[in-house]
């Protein structure tokens, strides 16, 4: 079992920044990637970024040059730097970590709101 618990939504001013951070309870050699999705109201959920313990990283194209994804493997930790926030990344925000077979695991979710 994992338990990821998420931090660092809220609101924001357009062009404004904000960062996410999640902290995963297993042990380190268990989780193989974490990762950011997003959910937008009315909209399915999808990729934000995501990193493997390896330092592969994905990003969703309409964030890429924005946002930053790092992990702090020892701590279990993912963070995710949003810059240049635009109204469209308001969503809510769920931190996910992989472990070893496949399994994903889902944090709460963190409310990130942008304003024009």
């Known amino acids: 079992q994992v338990q990821l618990v998420e931090s660092g939504g809220g609101l924001v001013q357009a062009g404004g920044s904000l960062t996410l951070s999640c902290a995963a309870s297993?042990?380190?050699?268990?989780?193989?990637?974490m990762g950011w999705y997003r959910q937008a109201p009315g909209k399915q959920r999808e990729l934000v970024a995501d990193l493997s313990i390896s330092g592969t990283t994905n990003y969703l194209d309409s964030v890429k040059g924005r946002f930053t994804i790092s992990r702090d493997n020892a701590k279990n930790t993912v963070s995710l730097q949003m810059n240049s926030l635009k109204p469209e990344d308001t969503a809510v925000y769920y931190c996910t970590a992989r472990v070893k077979g496949g399994y994903v695991y889902w944090g709460q979710g963190t409310q990130v709101t942008v304003s024009v």
């Open positions: 297993r042990r380190p050699f268990s989780i193989t990637a």
